[in-house]
C-alpha cells in the first residue's frame, strides 16, 4: 500500500510539474535557471569549506578556494538575477550542443576509416545538430521555450508511467504474496511428513 501511494503521489507531482511547464515555459525556465543558480551556489560554498581545510595539506587548495569563490559569485549572480541567467543557461547549452554536434561528425569520419557503414548517418546527425545549434544560439528565448516544454512533456510522460506502474506493483505483491503461501504450505506439508516420520 505504502509503494502504490508513493507511486501515486510522485506521479501526480510529476504531472502537475509537467503541466505547469508547458502552459508556463518562460516563467518555469527561469525558475529552473534560479534552482542551477542556487546549485551553483551551495557547490561553491562546500568546494570553499573544502579549500580552506585543505590549504595546510594540499598544494593546489589555493586554486580550489579561487574556484569556489567564483562558483560562489555566479551563483549569486544566477539568483539574483534570473532572466540573465535564463539567457545564459540557453546559450551555453547551445553552445554545448554544437561542441557535441562536431564532436560526432568528425566521429563519422573515423568510424569511416575504421569500416563501420553506418557512418553517414552520424555524418547526417551531426551535420544536422550544428544546423540546430546555431538556431538556438541565435535565438535563445525560443530555445528556452522548447526546452521547458520538452521538460514539462517528459515530466508528464514519467508520470503516466508511474501510475501505470500501480496496477503492476499489485499484481506483483499479490503473486508474492501467493508464492510466500505457497511455500509455507510446502514447509508445513514438510513438516508433517517428518513428524509422522518420526513417531514410525
Known amino acids: 500500500m505504502k ?3 508513493h507511486l501515486a503521489l510522485t506521479a501526480l507531482i510529476l504531472i502537475t510539474l509537467g503541466v505547469i511547464c508547458v502552459l508556463n515555459p518562460l516563467e518555469s525556465f527561469v525558475t529552473i535557471s534560479w534552482l542551477i543558480g542556487l546549485l551553483i551556489l551551495l557547490s561553491g ?36 538575477n534570473t532572466w540573465i ?17 562536431i564532436s560526432i561528425l568528425v566521429g563519422s569520419i573515423d568510424y ?11 555524418l ?14 541565435c535565438n535563445p528565448e525560443p530555445t528556452a521555450l522548447a526546452i521547458t516544454s520538452l521538460l514539462g512533456v517528459a515530466l508528464m510522460a514519467i508520470g503516466f508511467v508511474r501510475l ?17 503461501k505457497a511455500v509455507a504450505d510446502q514447509i508445513a506439508e514438510i513438516n508433517t511428513v517428518n513428524t509422522e516420520a518420526e513417531e514410525v
Not at 48 to 71: D, E, K
Not at 85 to 101: D, K, R
Not at 115 to 122: A, E, I
Open 45 to 80: 560554498v562546500i568546494t570553499l569549506l573544502f579549500g580552506l581545510r585543505a590549504q595546510a595539506i594540499l598544494p593546489n587548495a589555493a586554486s580550489t578556494t579561487l574556484l569556489a569563490i567564483f562558483q560562489i559569485v555566479i551563483g549569486c549572480i544566477f539568483m539574483l
Open 164 to 180: 501505470a506502474a500501480i496496477p503492476a506493483v499489485g499484481r506483483l505483491q499479490k503473486r508474492i504474496k501467493e508464492a510466500k
Open 85 to 101: 541567467a535564463s539567457g545564459t543557461l540557453t546559450v551555453v547549452f547551445a553552445m554545448w550542443m554544437l561542441f557535441e554536434s
Open 3 to 5: 509503494i502504490k501511494i
Open 112 to 122: 569511416k576509416r575504421a569500416g563501420y557503414q553506418q557512418w553517414w548517418l552520424m
Open 124 to 137: 547526417i546527425f551531426g551535420a544536422v545538430s550544428i544546423a540546430l545549434s546555431f538556431v538556438a544560439i
